[in-house]
């Protein structure tokens, strides 16, 4: 029998979220053994989301700020993803324009480098406290991505190019065409429609939308570290 065509599924996202860092993982884990899907990478500029989109920062809000903190913190336990709040997250969070540019730089010329060099962006910023200001720092990261030193060299001149700079902007339009307001934005292509999903906490409806099965969440506790970066994630099982 043939095997079921994979739907594709879009992921809009910005390594400054951490919500966006759960989603991000969650889908790479399970895109063929779960949802069977087509998962695109599509960085775009979050910043850019919430200023055409008329929206906010939600740690602006005070209560939330104070809340977020604590929710990533459990959050991070849940998936085993070694989220850390950073110190000056005040510094970050108006700060990844460039980041953004050269992760599209790098996706542009080389995108099996993409998936890697976003989760070192992230280990670098939500694990380690570690700056993302100068290009000293992408290129470390990109080191750790397994980039060689001529692609890296490359990325770090392209960044500033014109249609490195309109590609990003393109995915941060396309996001906002299907209604994003924040991070992480995720399309699913359904039968020559488009669903949207805002959020990391979505995946049981992701999966319905999907035809596939609903998902149990991780069942008595069994957490396996998974792959080489020393990422675990909770096991998880089909039900009906
Ligand atoms: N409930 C969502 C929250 C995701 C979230 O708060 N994302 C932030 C960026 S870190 C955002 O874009 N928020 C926009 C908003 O809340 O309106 C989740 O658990 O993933």
Redesign the pocket.
């Known amino acids: 029998m043939a095997a079921p065509m994979k739907k594709t599924v879009e992921l809009f996202y ?1 390594v ?5 860092w ?2 991000f993982e969650v889908l790479c884990r399970y895109r063929t053994k779960w949802l069977n899907m087509d998962l695109q990478l599509k960085p775009f500029f ?1 910043g850019g ?2 200023k055409e989109s008329g ?4 740690a602006m809000v005070p209560n939330k700020g104070v809340y ?1 903190i604590k ?1 990533i913190q459990r ?1 991070g336990k849940y998936y085993g993803i070694p989220l850390n709040q950073p110190k000056d997250f005040g510094s970050v969070m108006f700060g990844t324009l460039p980041v953004q540019r050269f992760l599209t730089a790098v996706d542009m010329a080389h995108p099996e480098y993409t998936e890697e060099l976003s989760r070192q962006f992230w280990f670098r910023i939500w694990k380690n406290d570690e700056p993302v200001t100068d290009p000293q720092h992408y290129a470390e990261a990109a080191k750790k991505a397994g980039l060689c030193d001529d692609a890296i060299a490359t990325a770090l001149k392209r960044m500033k190019d014109q249609d490195v700079k309109d590609r990003l902007a393109q995915y941060t339009k396309q996001a906002l065409d299907e209604g994003a ?4 934005w995720i399309v699913a292509h359904i039968n020559g429609k488009k669903e949207s999903i ?5 995946f049981p409806i992701l999966a319905m939308l999907l035809g596939k099965r609903r998902m149990a969440w991780p069942i008595k506790g069994i957490i396996e570290a998974l792959n080489k970066q020393g990422i675990c994630f909770g096991k998880f099982f089909e039900v009906n």
Request: aromatic share 12%.
């Open positions: 910005d400054v979220s951490p919500y966006t759960i989603g979050l989301v919430m929206n906010k920062p939600p977020m929710d959050l307001f924040g991070s992480p805002f959020g990391s906490d979505r």
